[in-house]
């Protein structure tokens, strides 16, 4: 396959359907397909081909096998170099240079809503809370893009029993911050902000629904949702909030804001499924970052077994 064909389908859909509501919307927007369109194998200057893989450090316990794929991890250079993050900017090559210096300190979330014990806690709250593990897990983006993300935290359940959920708890709202003199792009239309996301609350209990505050065995950097965020690995990357602020639990689903922009391409669930094509093109195959090639998509991400339970009787093709 050319470069020239690899960097065609590196162009951002979601920032491209974004330019297109833009202008029609009369709305000035920088970023152009053109600039979003990087090269495949360089990034930043990085080679994406390249070995360079950091040891994971030992975070002193054992590796559970169930979080574990058989497959390499994605490149810790491409991980953090080739990113989704519309608060900094939406060229993916860009996020790590306008996120660097991005302070977290002091950051605090408040987790309420129809809860018992309302909270906020801070980052050493959040550390104490439950032992931090390490999850290699898969990651596929909308665009049909994915990686293997070597991620640490601890399942979300934990936080939510903490705060004890009441019995008419039935989805869990949450927010990114928004502070556009920290994140500047959000002086921009180009979202609504903040940016939210929502789940079932079975679906934010799963065990596989990790709230992260690291990758490759160090603390998240900014470009990847530091201090803290979402690593859901059976949904869409958009599901995957990052810089969480706010924790809220309701009775009633959500906004989320990829549905609330184009709800007939991005629904609530985003569960990938390869059979449910996005309406600008199909979700059959994805480019693994760091192969050549295209590989077969598949349902829930290969997490079928662990989640195809929580959508019984659903049907996939109007729930997606
Ligand atoms: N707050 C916020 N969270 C976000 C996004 C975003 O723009 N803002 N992008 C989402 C999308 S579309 C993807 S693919 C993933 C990308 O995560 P990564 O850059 O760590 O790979 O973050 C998701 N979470
Ligand atoms: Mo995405």
Known sequence: MSDDKLRERDVTPQAMYLNRRAFLRGGLIAAGAAATAVAYRKINGVDLLSSD?????????????QYHPDETTTAHAAITNYNNFYEFTTDKDGVAA?????????????????VNKPRTFD?????RLAPREER???????????????????????????VEPQSGAKFVAMETLFDPTRMPNQKSKVLDWPYVEGYRLDE???PLCLLATGLYGQELPPQDGAPLR???????????????????????QP????????????GFY??????HDHPRWSQATERRIGEAGRRKTLPFNGYANEVAMLYAGMDLDVNY
């Open 53 to 65: 893989m950091p040891e994971i450090k030992d975070l002193g316990r054992p590796l559970d096998p």
């Open 98 to 114: 306008a996120s660097a210096g991005f302070k977290t300190d002091g950051w605090k979330v408040e987790v309420g809503g129809l």
């Open 123 to 127: 980052m050493d709250d959040i550390r």
């Open 136 to 162: 290699i897990y898969r990651f596929r983006c909308v665009e049909a893009w994915s990686m293997v993300i070597p991620w640490a935290g601890y399942s979300l359940s934990k936080l939510l029993a903490a």
């Open 204 to 206: 934010a209990m799963h």
């Open 230 to 252: 979402i690593a859901i690995p059976w949904k869409y990357g958009f599901k995957n909030i990052k810089s969480i602020v706010k924790i809220t639990l309701t009775a009633t």
């Open 255 to 266: 906004p989320t804001t990829w549905a609330k922009f184009g709800p007939s391409e991005y």
């Open 270 to 275: 985003g569960n990938v499924n390869p059979a």
